[in-house]
């Protein structure tokens, strides 16, 4: 299994985002240390608030705006429309906006509808609802 655990500059904003906004459940926490696991159908994350008072945070250089920098996390969903809305509706900042996308696995397209968020620290969240599979044809190796 792998749980990312991702470092946040502020820990209520993070787990309202992530709960109210994403729709995850928070399964347990910390909340006097600003850690929270969180859970959505399965897809498991952690959120720690970034601290100066010596603890460790296992950072390796210096952490600025965007935090999640190289690196989008996909996150597969049902209702990909709906949580899109939700999305909007609070604000939250879409980077890539809702489409329907086709990838190349062998002979093989895989569909997903998907966009993609930013958390409030930037981390990019890639939500993706599964929409079939075709037969690559002709030249079409690209999807």
């Avoid at 502020?10 to 985002?17: D, G, H, I, R, V």
């Amino acid at each position: 299994m792998l749980v990312p655990e991702l470092i946040v500059s502020n820990f209520e904003q993070s787990l309202k985002f992530y709960t109210q906004v994403l729709g995850f459940s928070q399964l347990y926490g910390r909340v006097e240390e600003g850690f929270a696991f969180l859970n959505r159908n399965g897809a498991h994350l952690m959120i720690d608030e970034r601290r100066d008072d010596g603890e460790c945070d296992w950072i390796a250089a210096e952490l600025q705006y965007p935090y999640g920098r190289g690196i989008n996390l996909e996150i597969e969903v049902e209702a990909v429309d709906r949580l899109h809305d939700s999305c909007v509706q609070h604000g939250a900042r879409i980077f890539l906006p809702l489409e329907e996308k086709w990838y190349r696995r062998d002979d093989v397209l895989l569909g997903v509808r998907q966009f993609i968020v930013m958390d409030p620290d930037g981390y990019f969240l890639r939500m993706s609802q599964p929409i079939g599979t075709r037969a690559v044809t002709g030249g079409n190796r690209n999807g």
